[in-house]
């Protein structure tokens, strides 16, 4: 077993007491199959509502026992009351975390020594799968017409996406990172996938695919402080439950096998979100960001494309996507992409109409598959290994 520790002490004078808190990350060659970074909470206690806890503690519940998983959460502090609940009465309480284990607080020396701890040992294991989770909320960047988003900390800071690329620089390229970010306004952190978070820099030299809960400019689902876990409808509840086989109440969860091959990878749990997460998100996975960022083919050439052909072009957990949202929009026929297109042009953008958040699904999934089919017909040999290798992390599944 190797271990790499980074103490943080910090001194606060009580009275005439001294009371010194220590925080240790701790590296660990573990016999697991994946190592798992949790971080949660919101930035500050009217912010840090139970449904985030809520995720926490489901995440924690479908990692197999044999893989190290590191917690940080809110102030580190199990003993805290800072979770946001609301009664039955409506009133509004506070309560303790009930966590099973917390490593840390999610602050940036937290979330960077941790980061830098799992790489130093990925340095050893770099085929060794790496699971990053991020639950609470997220703050738009409109100066950076929405590249930089953040990721809001406990202390009231922010984790920027050039935040998370500069940390992601001591990770070996071999390394396979999956990133998932349930905050609003995370389908900014896709763009992990080019050097220094910039969107229009090269490729980074890092072997990541991520999910996230909504596109960049979008707010997503999931901070409620109502305690009934069985009304909650986000990305998270429904993502991980296809992923694992089991929703955040222990029920089985069956039917997003849709090549039939026994398996459940992490594309088909996201087509299964596209379908059944009954909220405001609109999902982004890295695939998305890579396509739009290399293929540049006008919208409205895109969207005039004959369904029949995008049908044909999609993988079977993008046609069952497709299919679905199609259905409920009813557009099935030849012209749905240009109906739809002019639909989602002609609505309010930050719209929370559950027909216009199916309408953004729709588009953009149909965009994604014909961007798809473009650039594999094209002739940029790079470009398509690139794109595949991405696609072949996106189509595994980290926990099982």
Known sequence: MRHHRLIFNLTLSVGAALCVIAWAPVVTSGKGPFRTLIVGGGPDLEHNQVAIESNVRYLQRIMPNDSPTRVLFTDGNPDSKNIQCEGDDKKIFY????????????????????????????????????????????????????????????????????DFANTLKVFPKEAPITLVMVECFSGAFGNLLFQDGDPKGDLADVNLCGFFASVAQRPAAGCTPELKEANYRDFTSYFFAALSGTDRLGNKVFGADYN????????????????????????????????????????????????????????????????????????????????????????????DDPRNVHTIRFVRLGKSIVLGHMLMAGDDKMLKDRYQALLKLESTNPIR
């Open 260 to 351: 039939h091959d026994g398996k459940v990878t992490m594309n088909e749990a996201f087509a299964y979100s596209l379908i059944h997460d009954d909220s405001i998100d609109t999902p982004v996975c890295t695939s998305d960001v890579f396509l739009r960022r290399f293929i540049t083919t006008p919208d409205n050439e895109i969207m005039s494309t004959p369904l029949s052909k995008v049908r044909q072009w999609a993988s079977p957990s993008q046609l069952a996507a497709l299919d679905a949202l199609g259905a409920y929009l009813k557009l099935q026929d030849e012209d749905a992409l240009t109906l739809a297109y002019d639909e989602f042009m002609h609505m309010n953008q930050d719209s």
């Open 95 to 162: 309560k303790k975390p009930e966590i099973g284990k917390i490593d840390g607080p999610s602050d940036m020396l937290a979330i960077n020594s941790e980061l830098a701890a799992i790489a130093v040992d990925a340095q050893q294991k770099p085929k060794s799968p790496i699971l990053l989770y991020f639950t609470g909320h997220g703050r738009p960047n409109a100066r950076s017409r929405y590249n930089n988003n953040s990721y809001d900390l406990w202390d009231r800071k922010e984790y920027t996406v050039k």
